[in-house]
């Protein structure tokens, strides 16, 4: 199959990775009469709708046109955490003579090893999306393109599914910037990056959000040359502002160059070089790089689905348009993860999926409004929020008050050699109300949870100062952060009467 081609290179890894989620002898079944549920996509959305759906007893087909596993397997999440692992194992020994270590010299990566570890492991993980395995847990799994084909009818590889509900999963693709010059030129995405096996000298990034921040830091310490371009002031600029100026400035240490504010203008291929003109203050300036990474937003699967044909309603940018408890226009047809999300996260098609099998199969209320969502942005030092951002607080004409602990105070902080960071916490005034929260951290996506079960249990941050932490431990900030709310409410008239019945027991 030509598509399947495209998992390169060609090695044992992605031969393991395609016989898992793209098996080339791969028998669709033959439907059943009609199913419970048909589901388009099988990134985490599809998957875990089809595992959750037949694990209830529903007849549930299961439609991929590409690789099971979606983008989070095969061309997101797992990749980019893989190679961010060795770019910060070797960022810590380039440091190690700040931990009493002697590193010899030309200690270096070796980048093609560093890529082959990160699709060994992302082959090993891909049996838990197998198609064998959906297949084990009576799921009928069908591998082509899917589209409605009218009201109840879905079609795949010529043949005719019937449903009872269906649910569009389809997921997105990278956005391709209209900068003039860059189709033509040639670029990256985080659909081709991770088949590299050869390190870019020169690598561009464009886009400084999420994506882009976490790519651009990783080659930066896997030994690229990066310059990465944001239209903003400031990258990660959706994010806490003290959280983001951390992040920068840690780029800034990596050597990675900035150029903000700025406008790309055109892209001009030259001696096998790739040029890129933007212009800065009134300034137009050029900059000669061997890659292009495009990180710059993300585009939905909406295309070829034939909505129309069942009435469902469709943004070109936005996605399918789902009410509160993801039902599209088409009361039949449902929609799950970054098809119809404004946050894009694995986590997220997780937990929307688990509202569609209660919503579209058993007539639940379950609402996606209700969700607590949390993200994190796995840098150096890493950024994770949950809840409202002290600007979202203020739209609202809502009143916080906010307490912060920096991580220079806490003494594991300050025993690995973390201290840049804090955990933020904002509270509704007057009250122990946790309306949101950021934590920067090297693991801050292991302890934004605990704030998150505080928010969803709706524990008060009092509740957390009565959580004995474990000694040493930076999670210890978050009980800080708690300790410090509590003494806030020792207020003069509090302490002076303890003062007088402490007076009285002597
Ligand atoms: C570089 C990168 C890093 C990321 N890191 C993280 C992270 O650390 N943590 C996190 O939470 N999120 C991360 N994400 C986001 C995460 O990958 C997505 O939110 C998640 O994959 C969304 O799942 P989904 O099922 O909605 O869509 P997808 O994973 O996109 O799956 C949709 C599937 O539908 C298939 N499809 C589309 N149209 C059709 C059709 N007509 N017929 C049949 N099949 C079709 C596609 O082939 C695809 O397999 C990252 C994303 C990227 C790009």
């Known amino acids: 199959m030509d598509h399947i081609s495209e998992v390169l290179p060609h090695d044992v890894h992605n031969a393991t990775l395609v016989s898992n989620v793209h098996p080339i002898d791969w028998q669709n079944p033959e439907p059943v009469a009609r199913y419970n549920l048909v589901v388009i996509g099988a990134g985490t959305a599809g998957l875990v709708t089809a595992a959750g759906a037949a694990g209830l007893g529903a007849k549930v087909a299961l439609v991929e046109r590409h690789l099971l596993g979606g983008d989070c397997l ?6 980019s955490k893989c190679i961010i692992r060795s770019s910060r194992v070797y960022a810590d020994l380039k440091n190690g003579k700040q931990f009493g270590l002697r590193i010899p010299e030309g200690t270096e990566v070796d980048f093609p090893a560093v890529m082959e570890r990160m699709r060994r492991l992302r082959a090993k993980i891909s049996y838990h ?26 079609e795949v590889g010529g043949k005719t599914l019937r449903y009872k509900k269906a649910v569009i999963a389809t997921g997105t693709r990278p956005a391709h910037p209209a900068i003039p010059g860059l189709a033509e030129s040639g670029f990256l995405t985080n659909e081709t990056v991770f088949s590299l096996t050869e390190r870019p000298r020169r690598l561009a990034v464009i886009g400084g959000g999420p994506i882009g921040c976490e790519l651009a830091q990783a080659f930066r310490r896997l030994g690229c040359e990066v310059i990465l371009f ?87 940018r936005e996605g399918v348009g789902v009410n509160d408890r993801l039902q599209t226009t088409n009361p039949s047809i449902y929609a799950a993860g970054d098809i119809c999300l404004k946050y894009k996260f694995t986590h997220t098609a997780d937990a929307t ?132 709310y509590n003494r806030t409410r020792l207020t003069p008239f509090v302490r002076r009467l303890f003062t007088q019945w402490l007076a009285w027991r002597r």
């Open 74 to 79: 095969n061309v997101g999440c797992v990749p």
């Open 129 to 154: 999306d197998s198609a064998k395995r959906f297949q084990a847990l009576g799921v009928d799994v069908y591998l082509g393109e899917g589209r409605f084909a009218g009201p109840g009818m879905v």
């Open 230 to 316: 944001h239209s903003s002031s400031h990258i990660l600029n959706r994010e806490d502002g003290d959280a983001a100026e951390i992040l920068q400035q840690s780029f800034i240490r990596d050597g990675i160059r900035l150029i903000l504010d700025c406008q790309t203008k055109r892209v001009e291929k030259k001696n096998g070089e790739k040029v890129i003109h933007f212009q800065c203050q009134g300034n137009e300036e050029g900059v000669a790089v061997d890659e292009i990474l495009v990180g710059a937003g993300r585009a939905p699967n909406v295309e070829g689905l034939n909505l129309e044909s069942v009435g469902v309603k469709y943004d070109q």
């Open 353 to 484: 999926a688990r509202i569609v099998i209660q919503d579209a199969l058993f007539g639940g209320r379950k609402k996606q409004s209700a969700l607590t969502i949390p993200w994190c942005t796995y840098t150096d030092p890493e950024i994770a929020h949950v809840g409202m951002y002290e600007r979202d607080a203020r739209e609202r004409g809502i009143a916080v008050d906010t307490f912060v602990r920096p991580l220079n105070e806490v003494d594991r902080a300050i025993a690995d050699g973390e201290e840049e960071g804090f955990v933020k916490v904002h509270l509704r005034k007057g009250t122990d109300k946790i309306l949101g929260a950021t934590i920067v951290a090297r693991h801050a996506g292991e302890m934004i949870s605990e704030i998150t079960l505080a928010i969803v249990g709706n524990l008060g941050l009092r509740a957390l100062a009565n959580v004995i932490h474990a000694y040493p431990t930076q999670a210890e900030a978050i009980k800080q952060v708690a300790d410090a």
